[in-house]
């Protein structure tokens, strides 16, 4: 059988059965494909076993370029290119120079983390989503297992799911 | 319920609420939504407004600020086409009107990302059924305020790229990092690009409900691709969950460097009254002042349009009018401040300039400023006002001009009459100097119009993420 | 049509009317286009045009590879002394009516752009005036005829020369009406106008009337002149409403010597004392060091009161003077004139000849003929005769004239008796005016032969006996006019032409007066090349005055309790005869600082008597009710206006001189009475002003009057305080730091820049500065300043680089700030000249976000107008607010008729070429003349020398009559401001030893490039 192409999907009605569900199936040696909310579910990243999102490592390095860029236009421009006699000041004056570079750190900062949090989550105007349940993005919490991915048969996930709080347990198979 | 939580309970309101600001986790709370949503019906209630056809006062609204928008554009296409002599200035008072509403309208854009940026740190949840038209109002206002500094200059044509240190055919041609304009530049081009992200990031699952909600091939298109096709992932959940909150962390020093930076327009000059080195917290103070104020003009507005009422609660206003109540009062403090450092230099001019403004000829703005800045917030101490929809709306107005006036102070009075008298002069505003204000006003309402028709109005996802925890059905 | 076409000469080929250039002068491509080759003249041939154009779009994408050529087209046959690009200086005489300088001419590529003073004649003191300065956008003004008219309708000078010797021949008596001619080749051109024509009576009359003092003199005297007179030898000086320094006589000359006695320094600590009796606040009055406010009507007495004063001392007669209102600072004045007998001199501007007798008498007592003023060295400049010219209208009117000759004047618009004149004209057969435009009189006249413009023309001048000037053309004919001596040749039937007139005039009298040279020619070129020729004084005058008894009789008039009127001249205006000048009509008045208005000036108590409540810029019209006539004008209430008197300027009102000065104020000349033969400015009786409820706008460029005490502008003292010691009156501020109160200077963030080679620097003498505001108008036609008109004024918008800021001292007490706003009725005057400071550490500079704006290494802020986008920033940020801002496009914007220099095709060659004509939207300041300055380098450079002294200098500078400005650099030791500011190498720069030295708010540290010295009182008190 291929693999990502035929789901059982157990959906929950609210975030803490869907908790306690996560719990139940991954005890009950289900491989969950993946979680499906309306909204962010505190405790689910632990739940799936997720490690915390690296993004702010990118951002910091992302702010250093900032940084960096500003000081070398400032200086490049100001001091070294051609340097001018603007009101007695220093060819140097480096106190008007903390605006600009504060602003650009940031900027870069947030350009950065948010592009590649776009790339990374593959989120793209053009994209086009895999909708395993259009309830997903009003009320419902879907539970995704890929049927390829499990050694156990469907009837067996299907019982794990039914048992572990999943108001529906359906088929979803994309071709 | 825990034991402490009952003991709590027994106490005054008033009490509680310290405490529910202190930690917003505490169980005990009075509901954040009301009526007994479930997390369906938010969806319902918003995502309707989107969907059905437009109200007839929506079509009233927009009809309106969009005819000020067209009339008032005459004046600009004057300004454009004449010169800035269309507008009131001379050789002492370069700038009035102009300048006074950038720094008015930046000001009101602070509220939006600090709402959602400092209260999302703060762990504050009652931020969330207002961050979504706060930011949009943010974005608005910003490009409101852009305008000025693009329109009041003598070559707006050149003016708007030569500002930017672009590389040029007129050799080593570099801009002038040492002027506070240039800082400018970076400040608000930076501001508004990064709540942009921030407003947008938000709005991105609310696309993708839209989307799935949709009945019509176009809605679909449209909503798929601003939805970035989002699937609600946990994995995306969890990172987008650590965006947002670095997001915050950038956009919170960033509030409040953008006024900070403006005020050093003044600060950093020479002019008796501009040169104060109390400038920047004051006029941080002060833009979040008149943005809570310009917040709730608009939703109370919005609130009472959409029924958002079980949303938008009386807490909520409740709350931003203290903190109208606190900032207005820092205003007022640095006021008096002004006048003490003044009198403490023991420079002429700087005396003179300070006693000008309360006493010269324009004495009656300063008297407006004092009154609508200081005085009328107040008025919030008395819970029956600060709980009272129709009051709370009219000081809502009245601090925004309060807040005009103030920027026309600093600008206007300090520049009458500084430090040479042969050069004192007066201002008086000419047609232009409204009209272009009007057209701000037109381009401001007409986005937000626009925004409230066909944007989600209220941050659902985040909503129902605390319907469960607050809804009063749950809570029984 | 033909003429209107000529009237901009395309280079020189056209003004050598070269027949190759004449031949396609009038096509709309110069150079020959084939295009027209085999269909010479007639009409269009669009078809060979559109073959010619499908070739060259062929040919142009054939050769598309290859990058065009472009040609500079030169001269077709290049005048040797014509170099594009330099300039040529040409030293001449400007003549105005009665109003003379002795000038240098500045031309580029053949067009005069600038007037700069002649420093080698003894009667310019090296400065002009500002009507000189302005002079030359007059010669471009549109509205000069450009061809003679006959009955209103252009004609030949042919024909014309014609119809006016039928004329004249079959006239009978033919009156010769001018101004007073000081110009012998003139006067002998006249003569053989006379020789032909029998009939001719002269009759000379002055807009403002010397006549009683002229007779005065003829009795005391025996001769009918003006004394010449030298105020840099007095010590004591009292006038009595002269406004010598303003408009009297050769005023700019006046202010040097004046000026001369006002300066100050470290061996020289002795100051003449200016006293003042008069009624309206004059540039005189508000220089002086005791100023009496009087009626008009007092001024006799108090010049009889004078008399007697001094006669008691001296045990002459006195004279029945009658009792003054105020006689402390008359008796105060007599001891100190009797104390300097023979440096003393005491002038009035009274027309009466009894009073103008007693002033020569006072002179003669104190022994000043010969020395503070000398009759032998007669000023020719005023010989108007009052009763002559009454007489000539009244027989005007009875028809006793057969033809009138109107020589470059205006009677019918500035003389009080225009009216009748006007009727006169009606009755004579044959009149002519001369004038260069259709002025009031001109518009009169059966026939119209057109003056050249003084800058188009031959002439000579003898404004002061013995001292002789040259007038030299420095540009052709602009229009088809001619100069009306030629005219007058020509109806003499001399066709001589009249360059060769004065040549031999000049060989017959001025050679033959001298012994250096002995070739005439040789002795012409030198006189040209100077502009100059003076004989040498002859001495022993003194005796011949000691001998002069003056008999003296006074009857003293009694004073009414009515209003008085006195009028007078403005600094700006003057006369009237330059009204169509815009660069004059927006000169600020030297006192009220108003413009493109006149208006009545009256005390604070009277605009109070009159219930006159006056607003920022606003105030209310009256009507101003004079024997009979009446005009509605506005009302100005001016501080040390004499009670009881109001004062109204003349010059305004023109009805006829052109768009610009058309209706601009109301006309004061019919106001003028004459009594006792007599021409008076001063109308003591039947004056009556009623206030109108009808609001009006006065346009001032500066609306707050006092200095508010701030010692930081504005530092003044008292000589007695400034002997004691140098630095009275300075302020010296301190900055509080952790370790002690510090000078500013020392007080800084940075290290500041060093300027090796040049540092250009200024110094304002705030003693000597009288405030005529010559430099104001200098500067403007140096910098293609433009003019903005009324309305923009009234928007505070005017575009002046420098200014002359005017500070009245107020009576309040220190403290009370809103009283400190209102001038005291008797105030101290102050005037401080304000260009850009071009500060070190300029403000301005930091704020450009473009950095448009910016230092050189000579020390000058430089504004680079291409940059700028016009934040106006710097503006704001700058603490003199001396930049300016183009609010809208001045040039070539019919919104801006004011401004011909940039409006019209023909005013635009005044336009300096080598100052850019500011774009809207950019800001723009004084540049320290760095044009100048960039030139003065290359000349010493292409000499490979360092510039000397001098050589290098602003315009504003160059113009001023009084030496108040001094630009310099200030890295050259031996230079003038050097020495003056005492300047010594310190570890920090520059510093400046000179302890009246003072740099304007130097609290704020902006060190600035411009030095004022204080301002020294000569007065036992300061009541400021």
Sequence with gaps: ????????????????????????????GVKIHEVYSPFPVHGIEAALGYKTSRLSVAAFLFGITGTCLALTLQIGTMTVDWP???????????????????????????????????????????????????????????????????????????????????????NKNFV | MSGTSLRLEIKKNQTLKKIQIMHAESVVRRPLVTGGKTVHDITNDICSRVEEKPSKSWLLAITLSLSVLIIAGYYVYRLLWHGIGEWGLNKTVGWAWDITNFVWWVGIGHAGTLISAILLLFRQRWRMAINRAAEAMTIFAVICAAMFPVLHMGRPWLGAYWALPLPNTFGSLWVNFNSPLLWDVFAISTYFSVSLVFWYIGLIPDFATIRDRATTKIRKAIYGALSFGWDGASKTWS??????????????????????????DFATSVIPGWHTTIFPPYFVAGAIFSGFAMVLTLLLVTRRVYKLEDYITIQHIELMNIVITITGSIVGVAYITEFFIASYSGVEAEQYAFLNRAFGPYWWAYAAMMTCNVISPQLFWFKSIRTNIASTFVISIIVNIGMWFERFVIIVTSLHRD???????????????????MFTFGLFFTAFFLFAKFFPVINMAEVKSIVKATSEKTDK | MKNNKKQYWKGLEELTKNPEFEKYADKE????????????????????FLKMMGFGIAAASLAACEAPIRKAIPYLNKPIDVDPGVPNYYASTYLNGNDFASIVVKTREGRPIKIEPNTLSSLSGGGTSAQAQASVLSLYDKERLSAPQMDGKETTWGDLDKAVSANLASAGRIAFVSNSIFSPSTQAAIDTLKAKYAGIEEITYDQVSFSGTLSANEKSFGKRVLPSYDFSKAKTIVTFGADFLGEWLNHSLHNKQFAT????????????????????????????????????????????????AIAKKAGAATVNAGTIEDSANLTKAANELWANKGKSLVVSGSNEEQVQVLVNAINNLLGNYGTTLDINSSDYTRKGDDKKMVNFVKDLKSGSFGAVIFFNCNPVYDHAMGKDMEEGLKKVKFSISTSDRKDETASLVKAIAPDNHYLESWNDAEPVSGKFLLTQPTISNLFNTRQAQQSFLAWAGNDATYFDFIKENWKNTNFTAQSDESNFETFWDKCLYDGVFEVKATENTEAAQEAVEIAVDYKASATGSGDELVIYATGALGNGSQANNPWLQEMPDPITKAVWDNYLTVSRDKADKLGLVVGDMSTKLANLTVNGKTITIPVMIQPGQAEGTVGLAIGYGRTSAGKVANGVGQNAYPFISYAGGFQNMAITSGVKIELTSEEYRIAQTQTHHTYMNRSSVVQESILSEYQKNPSAGRAFPMISTYHGKEKPGNVSLWEGHKYPNHHWGMIVDMNSCTGCGACTVSCQAENNVPVVGKAEVLNRREMAWLRIDRYYSSDAPEGDLNAMEIAADQPEVTFQPMMCQQCNNAPCETVCPVAATNHSTEGLNQM???????????????????????????????????????????????????????????????????QRVQYGKLEAKKEGRRPIDGEITSACATACPSEALVFGDMKDPNSKISKMLRLKDGENGLEVKEERAYNMLEEINVKPNVWYLTKIRNKEESNA
């Design chain 1, 84 to 170: 001018m006699i603007v009101g007695g000041k220093d060819f140097f004056p480096f106190p008007t120079f903390i605006p600009v570079t504060f602003e650009l750190t940031v900027l870069l900062a947030a350009f950065g983390m948010v592009g590649t949090f776009f790339t990374v989550s593959n989120l793209k105007p053009w994209g086009k989503p895999r909708i395993f349940d259009l309830r997903i993005t009003d009320d419902k919490h879907v539970m995704a297992v890929d049927l390829a991915k499990n050694g156990m048969s469907e009837e067996e996930i299907k019982k794990v799911l039914q048992a572990s709080g999943a108001s529906e347990v359906n």
């Design chain 2, 419 to 437: 430090f040479v008298p042969s050069s004192w002069a007066m201002f008086y505003p000419k047609p232009a100097d409204i009209g272009v204000y």
């Design chain 3, 864 to 930: 680079a107008y291409n940059r700028c986008i016009g934040t106006r920033y710097c503006a704001n940020n700058c603490p003199y607010k001396v930049r300016r801002f183009n609010w809208f496009k001045y040039h070539d914007n019919s919104q801006f008729p004011e401004n011909t220099s940039m409006n019209n095709d023909l005013g635009k060659m005044v336009l300096n070429p080598d100052v850019t004509v500011r774009a809207r939207g950019v800001m723009e300041k004084c540049s320290f003349c760095v």
């Design chain 1, 1 to 28: 059988m291929e693999s990502d192409k035929n789901f059982v999907l157990g959906v929950y009605d609210d975030e803490d059965l869907l908790l306690k569900g996560i719990k139940d199936v991954r005890e009950g």
């Design chain 3, 29 to 48: 491509f110069a150079e020959h286009l084939p295009i027209n080759e085999e269909s010479e003249g007639d009409g269009t041939n669009r078809r060979d």
């Design chain 3, 261 to 308: 006695t006002r300066k100050l320094g470290p061996n020289k600590k002795e100051m003449s004392r200016l006293y003042a009796f008069e009624s309206n606040l004059s540039l005189t009055g508000s220089n002086a060091d005791y100023r009496t406010r009087i009626k008009a009507s007092q001024q006799g007495m108090y010049v009889a009161n004078l008399y007697n």
């Design chain 2, 239 to 264: 990172r987008y969950e650590t965006v947002s909150l670095v997001l915050a962390g950038l956009a919170t020093p960033l509030v409040l460097s953008v006024h900070t930076i403006v005020s050093m």
